[in-house]
């Protein structure tokens, strides 16, 4: 329980601070270290148990499909790391309460460093991967927050945006890595993982495995050619620098190698990976360093350093470089939070970091002075201070490495020179800043800083010496500890003292010592040397690469998402293209084992006919009124395609619905202008063209394969079955009305509804009939053409005998109660258009919706009467008569149900219809009132 | 009986909307108008448990009742609920006629029930029409906007260019198969193979499906769409119209084995990666939630794809649980965006800039924004990380290193606008012209239902084993 406690804690410290004032700010750095202060003791109550050897460890589970426990564990590594975070934390919260100036929101920023200390504590505690995982995003999230602490500033909003690209990216990619280790091993359980080694590197899935994890710890830890994201992270305010940099956030990448180092480690691929990037981050990191000019930079580049050197030692597969890496991550975390702070007091003092404006320092601050001095000499491996015993320990380890074979002297040579670079930036980081001379340009006048702000320092650097003097007897204990956790095996055994004799490492310490003063007085042919390199600021670049990403997605979105609905049915229909194109061209012939038909004459004239048609309505869709005929004489050939193909009624039914289409079009005509403006230019009708002909001929083609192929369909069972079971020869309607006569009643319910659904739904709406069109031009006033008028008076009385004829002989021949339902509506609509709706109505006084009703009514009563007699729910029976001139009558009780159909085909449509003319009112309403 | 029993749902919707659609003919009264859709909404809710007992049962050879019809019955509902009552505080203050909405809805909803449940193409054909023609004219509801009937104009040309070719490639799937219901089309593809005939029709369909779930390069119209259409209809569009297209194109794909042929594969494969980086790429500049919220949608409709791409061990459960917590999270954050133009007056306040320092004056739909923004970008604790996981999960397992690598990156970029929309609510306030949010917008049904979805997101995110579970439940039925 107290391990949840030790997480726990901080995180309600995170909601303790804002329970404080930014006025009352002793009290609100007070509140925010209460909680770290008791998770602290909680810790070491803990140490003796987990030194002795014991792993505590906690599990609940919670959300099992996932894989996820919440599983806790504090062995000696998490010891280590929870001592540091919780340790330099509390330093931290001190020392950010002197820095914090009066107008940062001082309750905000210990909210955000509590939530980061959490999510930190949960990396190192965790004991189950996605767990890990979770609290690894959390960290990425919160630093976020914390470097763009300082928000009006765009370096923070920059830095910061760009640290959780760069470790947004890599969590994710560890995400994949850490589900992969997960489907290897068939579990997340931390320790189950450590201990299946070897089915881990014998899976061929171990390289995409190391390589995404190690992606996620590198861009956390800053390695090559990850690093440029930390030097632009120094936007920082200091204290936040302090913690995240030196002793938390880039040591999440260094404590997951350590932590999985027992399931990845002691491959080939793990060498050199690791430890080449370690080696090579080390150098490019500690030539920075040397160079830059502003003292967080510095810093930054020399924690690049760092981090490197530690990973090169976790990759050197050997026990005892395990042992030195984590060492060096204690000695580092402390020399370096020291480092940063005193950083921020010369920045707060002064009011620059720029090196070159800063020296002399030491006359204005002499405690600070010797503070840096002794935390850098740490920094440079001075002797009888504790960077000079991890650093020592990781020469020796060079020495004896199997990497690179033949050429494994270079290993050693190159961390020399590492160390002398360190050794150099050390002191030139001491010596400009604090002594060479006096300080010019200063913009206030430096004083000591206050003892609380200097008081974090001064614990560190005794830190520093303690461990420096006595390794023995105040690191071996946890080291060892850590080191058995993080081989998961008893770690060699650790002779920590400042002297081992006369031996190689020693001597390489010496040249490093030697080497790095060298280096700094000769510095000045160095930067001459550096100059000749056009600078590159890893901002500008990744800012450069930001703004070439939005250009380019400006440029994504100017040309493909214009607004323009023609640019998108392009891409649609190049797609289409695209795809059935390329499907087509796997292909060999498009033809089937089907015959062609012979083409007869009228066919060849019908279908010139179309296509005339077709392309005339397209060509003349400016003039509205002929590409309306022209699209009718395209309707009106399709309908007699049906005919001549055999199917009359579809011909019936197209032609009817084809008239009742083209009058709802004229109707919606006369109130658009007569003209459509020209909108396509030349090269757009070309290219719609071009790709009207392809596709047209995609379509073409699969038409042609389509036809040419024999077809198994439906169709055969009803002509079979049509005489016999439902009493008719016409297949269509006997299909309508007996053998799918529930889904027609269904329909014209559906069709009644509508209609009613239209007829009430109008009411309101008020078009106003235009007495000019939009080029000024008056409509004719003879609004009802004679002749129009008397042709249709006449034809009434005829259309209405057929439509009763087509009625009747339906159920054999084509026609039906449908067909005729639309001849009828036809006819009468015709009534309406020739005589206007005041006409007609005077003379047909009745209204429609009880006719469309009663059809429905009808239709539904038959069905019922099925029932009477004992059968199911719309048996038809029929029976034959004759009826002279029509001929041989088949009276079914469909013929009921198809009278029904009528009814409420008839009453709908001119429901719809009528109404739609009858919106109109001639009285059109001044202008004036039009706006008002 | 069982049959009826087993569609209640649907049927119980249908008879809303002609309720509703009587109701509004004998007499316009908004208020009752929308009790009545909500009424009507939850008997449906409620007996998608009735149809839960009967499943899984075929119900004549065009729909099926079975968890994954269920499932997404149960999204789909809850999703129009939503819409519903969003709509409900949106149109208070609309001139001109308000209760169709509630009728365009209901016909909406019932063609989206319809969809999930259809196992044949005609079903599926005609319930997508019913699906989408209510959609046009929710759209364009608010047609004095010159946005919104752009909006509705654009949806309604390029939707129907989209069912000609849905239609084209279901005829010629017909006509080399013979077979119209899933079933029968999977084993008529199955035993043909790669036939360069039924691939196209495939591709077809798929063009047809793919621009309804917007994904590249069927995608071009979300972004203008989304941005004109009054919120509650955009929410709809983007809720429930995509999860009812996807449940079908799931079923399709399982019921087909035959879809797994290499070419249609990499195919899917493509389109899924090209859409997870052109959603969150196109996302990162854009200066209105509406849109941005568009591209969004794009990407993760692009994830899923994934998911079905490898339509193989966890795929189905993915898709579900991705499904899930997509829905949740985009109504949450569509809701807020309605409540913040609401009562209607004029275009929807979706412009970043009417964001900016929303805290200081709304800090309750401040959290909720943040939460369903975290939820988008798959921040732990959230619904969207669980999703996330399940596809990153999904796609390690099949080893697709491409389209692992398409989620993580685009991911990461999707990252940066999520946050940026983040900032933007807590950044302090200029003295710019501000739409807000009703006072006592927490009272309101509106205010409960987005409140109710943003503590759901993190409760889901915190303890998502019973959402796992039924997803579970629903995929193995």
Known sequence: MSLLLIVLLPLLGSLLPSLSSNQRRHQCALLTAAMPLIALLVTLRETPGVIAGEVPRLAFSWVPALGLDLALRLDGLSLLFVLLILGIGLLIILYARHYLSEADNMPRFYAYLMLFMTSMLGIVMADNLILLWMFWELTSLSSFLLIGFWSHQSAARKGARMALAVTGMGGLALLAGLILIGQIVGTFDMQTVLDSRDVILADPRYLPALLLILLGAFTKSAQFPFQFWLPQAMAAPTPVSAFLHSATMVKAGVFLLARLHPALAGSQEWLYLVSLTGLVTMLYGAYFALIKLDLKTILAYSTVSHLGLITMLFGLNSQMAVVAGLFHILNHATFKAALFMTAGIVDHECGTRDIRKLKGLWRYMPMTTALAAITAASMAGFPLLNGFLSKEMMLAETLETPLLGGLAWLIPVLATIGSILAAAYSLRYVRNTFFDGKPRELEKTPHEASFPMRLPVLVLAIVCIIIGLFPAFSATGILTTAADAALTMPAPELHLSIWHGFNLPLLMSAIALIGGFMVYVLRQHLFTFHRQFPSRNSLAIFEGAVQRLVRFTQWGIDTLENGSLQRYMLWVVISALAVSGMSLMGIETLKGELAVQKADPLLIVGAAITCFAGLATAFLHRRRLISLIMLSVVGLMASLAFARFSAPDLALTQLAVEVVTVILLMLALFFLPQKTPKESSASRIVRDVLLAAGFGGVVASLNYALLTRPLNSISDYFLEHSVSGGGGHNVVNVILVDFRGFDTLGEITVLCIAGIGIYKLLNRLRLFMPSSDSEGRPWSPDRYPMILASVSQSLLPMALLVSVFIFLRGHNAPGGGFIAGLVTAVALILMYIAHGVEWAQQRLSFQYQPIAVSGVAIATLTGVGSWAFGYPFLTSAFGHFHIPLIGDVELATAMLFDLGVYLTVVGATLMILANLGKVTTSHRPSKQKEKA | ?477
């Not at chain 2, 495939?202 to 047809?208: E, K, N, S, T």
Request: aromatic fraction near 10%.
């Open chain 2, 1 to 477: 009986m069982t049959s009826l029993l087993a569609l209640s749902p649907l049927i119980l919707v249908c008879a809303t909307a002609i309720v509703v659609m009587l109701a509004i003919a004998w007499r316009r009264c908004y208020d009752l108008t929308a009790t009545l859709t909500v009424i009507g909404l939850n008997l449906a809710l409620a007996a998608q448990l009735l149809a839960w007992w009967q499943a899984p049962l075929d119900v004549t050879p065009l729909l099926t009742v079975d968890g994954l019809s269920i499932f997404g019955g149960v999204l789909i509902l809850v999703a129009t609920l939503a819409c519903a009552t969003l709509g409900h505080a949106y149109l208070e203050g609309a001139r001109g006629p308000r209760e169709e909405y509630y009728l365009l809805l209901l016909c909406a909803a019932a063609g989206g029930i319809a969809l999930v449940s259809s196992r044949h193409l005609a079903s599926l054909f005609f319930s997508l029409e019913l699906l989408s023609m209510p959609l046009y004219g929710m759209l364009a509801y608010t047609y004095r906007e010159r946005g919104a009937l752009e909006a509705g104009v654009k949806y309604m040309v390029l939707s129907a260019a989209a069912s000609a070719f849905l239609l084209f490639g279901m005829a010629l799937l017909y006509a080399f198969t013979g077979h119209l219901d899933f079933a029968g089309l999977g084993g008529a593809l199955a035993s043909a193979g790669g036939d360069g005939w039924l691939l196209a029709g495939m591709g077809m369909m798929l063009i047809g499906l793919g621009f309804k779930l917007s994904i590249v390069p069927f995608h071009l119209w979300t972004p203008d769409v989304y941005e004109g259409s009054p919120a509650p209809a955009a929410t709809f569009l983007a809720s429930a119209s995509k999860v009812a297209v996807l449940v079908v194109l799931l079923r399709l794909l399982q019921s087909a084995p035959a879809t797994q042929d290499a070419w249609f594969h990499s195919l899917l494969a493509v389109l899924a990666f090209v859409t997870m980086l052109v959603g969150n790429l196109l996302a990162l500049m854009q200066q209105d939630l509406k849109r941005l919220l568009g591209y969004s949608s794009i990407a993760h409709f692009g994830y899923l794809l994934v998911a079905l791409v490898i339509n193989e061990g966890l795929a189905v459960e993915t898709a579900g649980i991705y499904l899930v917590t997509y829905v949740l999270t985009t109504l949450g954050a569509f809701g807020v965006v309605t409540l913040l133009s609401s009562p209607y007056g004029g275009a929807d306040a979706s412009r970043l800039h009417h964001y900016r320092g929303l805290f200081w004056r709304r800090p309750y739909l401040t959290a909720v924004l943040t939460v369903m923004m975290l939820s988008l970008a798959g921040i732990p604790l959230t619904a969207g990380f669980i999703g996330k996981f399940y596809i990153v999960a999904v796609g390690v397992e099949a080893s697709r290193w491409w389209l692992v690598g398409g989620v993580v990156a685009g991911s990461a970029i999707g990252l940066f606008y999520y946050l940026r929309v983040m900032v933007t609510l807590f950044l302090p306030e200029p003295g710019m012209q501000r739409r807000d949010a009703t006072t006592d917008w927490a009272q309101r049904a509106g205010g409960v239902v987005v409140l109710a979805l943003a503590a759901l997101v993190v409760l889901l995110g915190v303890y998502p084993a019973p959402m796992i579970d039924w997803v579970r439940l629903m995929a193995a039925t």
